[in-house]
């Protein structure tokens, strides 16, 4: 309990009508009264300091805690920064390769596109190749009647031309493209073993005499009347004894 000092009171007119005035400072009283004072203000400092100490203490820790709250949240954001940094680049990759995946896709469907052409180009090349293929087949059965009808028509032939070459004494011989070589001998009196011969072209709509040895002046004339006639027999006949005149030096005959 705080000292609570008495008050300190006096009489000016007793004191100044004694012979020997004086005033009673009472000052051990007063020494302790400065005394408590003193403690009471060294206690009033103390209390302050403590008081401020532990405020400085908390606002230290405060502070501490702060700046802690506050480096975690900097932290905090610079890792923010780093991932946005990080998703920024991950989406232009992103960007990048669905921008590759767009021209991929692009680039397949042309490929499919021009895939579905070449298909129908080659299915068309297909009916085609059907077609010509039953069409084929057809002129190979065709052919093999025909074949059959110029064996059996061969048939007949053979004998007559086996004998119209003995009376001419000539060989006909078929070569490629449809040629015939027709040879003679026993045509020149004096050398019954020379051979005269010509081939005959009837490839086409009218009959061609490609060669003759030796050669035949009136030749023209009488490919003429064999495309009027189409009687091959008597063309044969008729040049065997165009290469007999010339041959013997005889007279032009008639050929009309």
Same mark, same amino acid.
């Given at each position: 309990?705080?000292?609570?000092?008495?008050?300190?009171?006096?009489?000016?007119?007793? @004191? %100044?009508?004694?012979?020997? +005035?004086?005033?009673?400072?009472?000052?051990?009283?007063?020494?302790?009264?400065?005394?408590?004072?003193?403690?009471? @203000?060294?206690?009033?400092?103390?209390?302050?300091?403590?008081? #401020?100490?532990?405020?400085?203490?908390?606002?230290?820790?405060?502070?501490?805690?702060?700046?802690?709250?506050?480096?975690?949240?900097?932290?905090?954001?610079?890792? =923010?920064?780093?991932?946005?940094?990080?998703?920024?680049?991950?989406?232009?990759?992103?960007?990048?390769?669905?921008?590759?995946?767009? %021209?991929?896709?692009?680039?397949?469907?042309?490929?499919?596109?021009?895939?579905?052409?070449?298909?129908?180009?080659?299915?068309?090349? #297909?009916?085609?190749?059907?077609? !010509?293929?039953?069409?084929?087949?057809?002129?190979?059965?065709?052919?093999?009647?025909?074949?059959?009808?110029?064996?059996? $028509?061969?048939?007949?032939?053979? +004998?007559?031309?086996?004998?119209?070459?003995? !009376?001419?004494? =000539?060989?006909?011989?078929?070569?490629?493209?449809?040629?015939?070589?027709?040879?003679?001998? =026993?045509?020149?009196?004096?050398?019954?073993?020379?051979?005269?011969?010509?081939?005959?072209?009837?490839?086409? +709509?009218?009959?061609?005499?490609?060669?003759?040895?030796?050669?035949? +002046?009136?030749?023209?004339?009488? @490919?003429?009347?064999?495309?009027?006639?189409?009687?091959?027999?008597?063309?044969?006949?008729?040049?065997?004894?165009?290469? $007999?005149?010339?041959?013997?030096?005889?007279?032009?005959?008639?050929?009309?």
């Amino acid at each position: 309990m705080a000292y609570a000092p008495r008050g300190f009171h006096f009489d000016l007119k007793t @004191v %100044l009508s004694n012979p020997s +005035p004086h005033i009673n400072l009472d000052i051990p009283v007063y020494e302790e009264t400065l005394q408590n004072f003193l403690k009471a @203000v060294n206690n009033y400092k103390n209390r302050s300091i403590a008081t #401020i100490t532990d405020r400085r203490t908390k606002d230290a820790v405060e502070k501490k805690k702060t700046q802690d709250r506050s480096q975690k949240i900097e932290s905090e954001i610079s890792k =923010c920064k780093v991932q946005e940094i990080e998703l920024m680049a991950t989406l232009e990759k992103e960007q990048a390769e669905r921008k590759d995946a767009e %021209l991929a896709v692009a680039a397949f469907r042309r490929q499919i596109a021009s895939l579905h052409e070449r298909s129908a180009t080659m299915q068309a090349q #297909i009916d085609e190749y059907r077609a !010509l293929i039953g069409s084929l087949k057809t002129a190979v059965i065709d052919k093999g009647k025909e074949r059959s009808t110029l064996n059996a $028509h061969a048939s007949r032939v053979v +004998p007559e031309l086996h004998a119209f070459e003995r !009376l001419l004494a =000539c060989a006909i011989e078929g070569m490629e493209k449809e040629q015939l070589l027709i040879s003679f001998r =026993c045509v020149d009196i004096s050398d019954p073993d020379r051979e005269f011969s010509f081939i005959l072209d009837v490839s086409g +709509p009218n009959y061609k005499v490609v060669k003759t040895s030796p050669p035949l +002046p009136s030749l023209p004339l009488l @490919v003429d009347r064999l495309n009027i006639t189409q009687d091959i027999f008597a063309f044969i006949v008729q040049i065997r004894q165009e290469f $007999h005149r010339i041959a013997n030096g005889e007279e032009n005959m008639d050929v009309s």
